[in-house]
């Protein structure tokens, strides 16, 4: 009796395999990007869904892109008999016309243009995305100004009215180390295993540890002065300055702090500042 020989290797079946993979995880990875929210938000919070972040979700699209391409090559030059019939005329087997095509090549003409007119049913799901991804967004989480993980440390306390002593101090008590003030946040937060926001939320915090140099209120910072304090220490008029908020729509007591009155609005105590300081 002959033994059985080993199944050879079948390239055409591979190809298969790793085509509808390769969809599969392309098709995952890309309702998880129109899940997800704007990547202001995403990079801010450390974002994450089914543990990957936004970045992941999509390096993990581009390769599976790449896959599910190259595959869709092999198995076309596979199978290039079979698809070259399908532009033969039934009756003839010669190259013709085919119903088929003619409707493949329709649909996909009315996807592009109502997607590029912003006609419904096409503007009514990326309005309800752009929707999707917004409500992710919330004001205490928000952001000082979009892409803020981007900025050194310098500048993110400058623009929280934040002493740099006060802000480098305050991550040392929290343990944040080998950093300078020219650091990035994002390349602070990586290593100390926290967000950007949570970065920040230090910075933002009254200090604890002592022998931290403050200015004026405790809290190292503008965002720390109450209304009162920051128009003496600058000079302003107090009712011109609640004028101001106040066409704003602001509500506010001259005895919050800036930090305060701007989370109470939804802002963040630099833009009172800029605010406040505008001639």
Known sequence: MQAPTAPRFQWRALTSVLLALGFTMMALSGI?????????????????LLGLR????????LWFGVLFLAMTAVHGFFNWGPLLNYLKNRA????????????????CAGIFGGTRAGVPPFSSLLA????????????AERAPLPHAELLTLAAL?????????????????????GFTAETVVRDIAEPAKLSAQQVYDIIMTAPKAAGEHVEGKAGGGLGWKT??????????????ARARLTAKGLKFEDTQTLRDLA???GQKPYELVELLRAK
Not at 33 to 48: I, K
Not at 160 to 168: P, W, Y
């Open 54 to 61: 936004k970045g992941d979700w999509g390096a993990l699209h």
């Open 92 to 107: 003839t087997r010669t190259l013709g016309f085919r119903a088929e095509w003619a409707v493949a090549a329709a649909i």
């Open 263 to 265: 989370s109470a609005n």
């Open 157 to 177: 306390a400058q623009k929280g009215g934040v002493d740099l002593t006060a802000a480098t101090a305050r991550l040392t008590a929290k343990g944040v180390t």
């Open 128 to 139: 309800w995305n752009e929707s999707f991804k917004e409500s992710w967004e919330r004001p």
């Open 32 to 48: 998880m990007l129109f899940l997800s929210p704007p990547g202001r938000v995403a990079n801010w919070t450390n974002w994450t």
């Open 227 to 240: 209304l009162a304090q920051f128009c003496a220490d600058e000079g302003l008029d107090p009712a011109a």
